[in-house]
């Protein structure tokens, strides 16, 4: 899979999705339990807020500093006896990794939940290396053994399903018996019986990467079903897959982001399961792999840092935005086209993958402010798709011709006071007879689209400033 | 005190109610309010969907109409926060940066202003029913104002206040998003009306003009019974 699902419009896969009520109550019921655990979670640090100022900060750093602690990085992990490689693009990042699978002449791959593998089409490079790639995280399985079904979300990429339907999908797939429950506790430990074995037989392990160390080295990985330890301890190689910019300077702003992180996404004070891992098995070891390769991905990231965008790239992949959107809420991840859904994949996703297929994101927002406010390292993500949406009005020309109109004459309008005064005069009166009871039900042009839904008020025949006018003579002013 | 009210273009041609309520309620509170000529539109509409060039134009004439101004007053929170976001705006503008930042530090929206400046929560008030209030998302997440019209509508004798399910969650209107992602604005307003009639409230109440818009539009539609009233309707209401 790439970043983009599909070649469907933004609008087709709107409304495709609005019609899927069975992903709408997921989704709602999801949104609705996450926001709350968030909210709680957070209460109990204290002062959030200053959490929050601190998390920014920490991230705002190293963005400013990220040549210098993607060296160190580097060295360290070289010292601890792991491989580097800096991979530019996407290709550069799987040709590696096919490389290393073909030279230990693997069969099969285990994986842990990556964002990043995703975005580079990883699976797609491995199958095509001849290997049995299986993914372990609960959700992630879902899709791949549900026809490689698309993730609608950051941190639960099965989100849209809910129990019934995952129960369908393992009764289908995996033999699993259609008289047992369809409770979670119940699937969860009929995958693990069959993940079991894919762990002990399984040549590499790929994982993501919640954080990297710089100061140790190290990848951190922030787990709840205990797989990434498997992934990282059983095979004899493992692969780690990062963003460029998902790193820390030391241990110190890693226990701040990793308890943001939590809280932010699931509302957990901590998860069951950080591992963090430095370089292959050493001498004495009895666990872990006796190869690490560390792949650092550009893929785009590089020319966002020191444009008006920056700050996009402080995401911790929490999800809290996803969490807290309207506009997802009703839509869900997958209208977004694109593994990275909801404020934080409307921003992202046109900076990585350009405006051509995805111009419509920026506008999938009603500016509310609820992604901004949620987001544990305070990314502005509002005021980005503010920023997308200037571009590509101003120095992409994507806007439509009559929108456009339309603006210059609000512009000349609201030039002048008397231009301003007449110009409302004028729109009152052509559309004063359109309405019928103080309400228009029916109208044209850009009414159109709102009084398909929604009736819109008959303009006044006093206008406030005419009263106002005759106000101030009566209190005699 | 000296108000100058910035009506907004949707008071302005559409509620001139809300217009005239805010203004009886400055004058009863004790302000001599005066409505500057030449103000047109706050620019918003252009500014929000990326056409920032062509919102400066009345940006700048809001801002010429205004900078001489005591205080300024909007019965909106979202176009209070477009005075307030001027001096961004017009960062890289020497001339008008300087004049944006004197009328952004004395807008207020006003349940605001009559709580913070004027240091009044009881405006003597009576409205009979029950009602819920919609906190719009401009003015509690980006102005900041979410606890005064809570305080002035609790001290409204008669008035019963509920709470509104997921009352943090947006109606849908967002500007040009109602229209231009017209079928998701829609899910959204139904939502919020949905969640209005779930408390059984009379009113349904709020401090924007464009959010009342929406949802009283949705709520019309639909046939719903829920009166739609601008706070400073039901301030002036005694």
Redesign the interface.
Known sequence: MSIQYNKHTFKDN??EN?NNSFMRGAVVSAQ?RLRTGRINAAEELGDWEEWRAHGEEIRQHVLNNLDYYLHELAENVEKAGGHVFFAKTAKDATDYIQEVATKKNAKKIVKSKSMVTEEISLNEALEEAGCTVVETDLGEYILQIDNHDKPSHIVAPALHKNAQQVKDVFVDKLDYNPQKSAEAGELARHVRTTLRNEFLTADIGITGCNFAVAESGSICLVTNEGNAGMVTTIPKTQITVMGMERLVPTFEELEVLVNMLTRSAVGQKLPSYVNVMTGPRKPGETDGPEEFHLVIVDNGRSNILGTDFQSILQCIRCGACVN?C??Y???GGHSYNSIYSGPIGAVLTPLLAGYEDYKELP????????C??ACPVKIPLHELL?K???????QEGK?PIS??ML??A????????SI?ATG?KI??RVVAPLSKNG?I?KGPG?LK??T??????A??K????D??KE??KG?D? | MKVS?F?T?I??????DV??AT?ELL?RLGC?V??P?????C?Q???????????K?????MIE?FEDAEVIVAPSGSCAFMFREYPTVFKDDPVYFEKAKKVASKTYELTDFIVNVLNVEDVGAKLEGKATYHPS??MT??LGVSESPKKLLSNVKGLEMVDLP?S???C????T?????????????D?KVDSTLQTGADYLIGADGGCL??I???M??RGENVKVLHIAEVLNHH
């Open positions: 709107v409304e609005l609705d807290v309207p506009v809420r009703h839509i506008y999938a927002s009603s500016l509310c402010g609820a901004s406010e503010l997308h949406r200037e571009r590509i009005v101003e806007a929108e456009a603006m210059k609000f512009s000349l309008g609201g030039s002048s006071s301003y409302a729109a009152s309400k039900s850009p689209a709102w398909e839904v929604r009736d819109f008020p303009p006044k006093e206008r406030f400033r009263w106002f106000h101030e209190s002013k | 009210l009506a273009c008071v302005d041609m559409f509620q001139t217009g005239k203004v004058e001599e005066v409505f000529k030449g103000q047109v539109c620019g509409p252009a500014y929000n969907s990326g056409y920032v060039k062509d919102a134009e009345p940006m700048k004439k109409a998302c401009h997440r980006l997921n943090y969650n947006c849908g209107f967002g500007g998003f109602s229209v231009k992602m017209g079928n998701i604005s829609e899910q959204m307003v939502e818009m929406n009283g539009g949705r019309q539609r």
